[in-house]
């Protein structure tokens, strides 16, 4: 379910750009949205992996790393709206962090 909503707040975004006055409105607030909502979880996740260690050891005995998932998903946030090259790398690197897929 998580997964289904992180896919739909990053790429079935329309880019700003490339739409008409009316729609830009819209779409930002849709990018603005996206933003948020990663940047909370990001800033979650890392007091997460910083903060109950226990909790976290045992979580990356499991292969999944709240704090480099966290400080991907940061980035993540601040690529949303943008062309830029490594946003799909770091899109996937996000899922690979916290076993969504397997790539």
Not at 55 to 60: N, R, T
Not at 63 to 90: M, S, T, Y
Request: with cysteine; net charge negative; glycine share 6%.
């Amino acid at each position: 379910m998580h997964m289904a909503r992180f896919e739909r707040l990053e790429w079935h975004a329309v880019s700003v750009a490339d739409d008409a006055a009316g729609k830009v409105k819209t779409d930002q607030a849709a990018f603005d949205e996206a933003q948020t909502v990663f940047g909370e979880l990001s800033e979650k996740l890392i007091a997460f992996g910083q903060s109950e260690r226990p909790a976290a050891y045992l979580i990356k005995c499991l292969g999944i790393d709240p704090v480099r998932a966290g400080r991907r998903l940061a980035v993540l946030a601040d690529e949303i709206g943008n062309l830029n090259e490594d946003r799909e790398a770091n899109y996937h690197a996000v899922a690979r962090l916290l076993k969504f897929e397997q790539y």
